[in-house]
C-alpha cells in the first residue's frame, strides 16, 4: 500500500475555492473547454459557454495556433476573462504525449505556463505529472506567488493502469505539492471503470488528499464522470460544441445527471 508522508498529510486542503467555486464538497462542478484554434473561434465558444451549466471555464491552449506568442496568449486570456467573468478560468497546455494537441520543448512549456500563471487572469493552471520534475516545482512556486492554484495531471490514453500505480500517482501529485491531483484513463472493460473508482477512493478516504479530479476515458468510463460524488471526485468535464476527450457529456445533459444523483444521497 502506498504511504503518504504524515506531515503532508496534514497540510493538504480538503476544499479548494477558486472565485465562488468550491471544489471538493457537493456536487461534482462542470468544467467546459474552449478549444478554439483562433480569436475568433475562441469568442463564439466563450458566448456559448455563456449558455450553460458551467461552474469552471478551461482554456484548451494547446489548440491555439499562435501558442507560443506571449502577447497573443494574454489577448485571449483578457477576451475570455472579459467574456466569462465570473467563472474561473483554468487554463491547460496538453502535450501530445498526454493526448493533446501540439508538442512543444520542455523550456516552451515552462515558457508558456509562466506566461499564464503572471497574466493576472487565471485561477488555476494544469502543469502534468510526466513534465521535468525541476519544471513542475517551479511552476508550482510561481503559481504560488500569484495566488493561482495548481492542477498536476497525468493521462493514459491507451490503457487503465493496475490501482496501486493510478494511487501512486495521484499521491505524488500531492507530494509535488499540487493543490488538485487528475488522473485521466482509458477504460477498454468495465473491470477498468471500476479500477479507477477505487484508485480514486483510496486516495480521497485513505490517504486524505482532496479534492481530486478523476476519470475512466471513452464510452465505457461515462460513468465515472457521474459518480464523482459518491467516490470522491470534485470536478468533471462537460462539452460544449465538440468534446475535448472522448466520453465527455453535453453540458447541459450533465448538469441534470449530476443534480437528480445529488438528490438520492
Not at 521535468?132 to 506567488?145: G, N, P
Request: glycine fraction near 6%; charged fraction near 25%.
Amino acid at each position: 500500500m502506498i504511504e503518504m508522508k504524515e506531515p503532508l498529510k496534514k497540510q493538504m486542503k480538503q476544499t479548494i475555492k477558486v472565485k465562488e467555486v468550491e471544489l471538493g464538497t457537493g456536487t461534482p462542478k462542470i468544467c467546459v473547454s474552449i478549444i478554439g484554434k483562433n480569436l475568433n473561434q475562441i469568442r463564439e465558444e466563450a458566448e456559448h459557454i455563456k449558455t450553460l451549466p458551467a461552474d469552471i471555464v478551461e482554456w484548451r491552449l494547446d489548440f491555439f495556433e499562435e501558442v507560443t506568442d506571449r502577447s497573443s496568449i494574454q489577448e485571449a486570456l483578457v477576451e475570455i476573462a472579459g467574456l466569462l467573468p465570473k467563472l474561473p478560468l483554468m487554463v491547460t497546455f496538453r502535450n501530445k504525449k498526454e493526448g493533446g494537441n501540439k508538442h512543444v520543448s520542455p523550456a516552451e512549456y515552462a515558457m508558456i505556463n509562466k506566461k499564464v500563471i503572471t497574466s493576472g487572469l487565471v485561477d488555476l493552471v494544469d502543469v502534468e505529472l510526466m513534465t521535468d520534475e525541476s519544471v513542475i516545482r517551479e511552476l508550482i512556486t510561481t503559481a504560488k506567488d500569484h495566488k493561482v492554484s495548481v492542477i498536476i495531471s497525468n493521462h493514459d490514453f491507451e490503457k487503465t493502469p493496475p490501482v496501486d500505480i493510478m494511487v501512486s500517482r495521484l499521491v505524488k501529485a500531492a507530494e509535488l505539492g499540487g493543490d488538485i491531483p487528475k488522473l485521466a484513463v482509458m477504460a477498454t472493460c468495465p473491470k477498468d471503470v471500476l479500477s479507477l473508482m477505487e484508485a480514486t477512493r483510496q486516495v480521497r478516504e485513505d490517504h486524505g488528499i482532496g479534492p481530486l479530479i478523476t476519470m475512466s476515458m471513452g464510452g465505457i468510463g461515462t460513468v465515472s464522470r457521474l459518480s464523482g460524488e459518491i467516490f470522491g471526485s470534485a470536478l468533471t468535464f462537460g462539452s460544449a460544441k465538440k468534446a475535448s476527450a472522448p466520453g465527455q457529456i453535453d453540458a447541459a445533459e450533465l448538469k441534470k445527471i449530476l443534480d437528480l444523483m445529488h438528490k438520492s444521497l
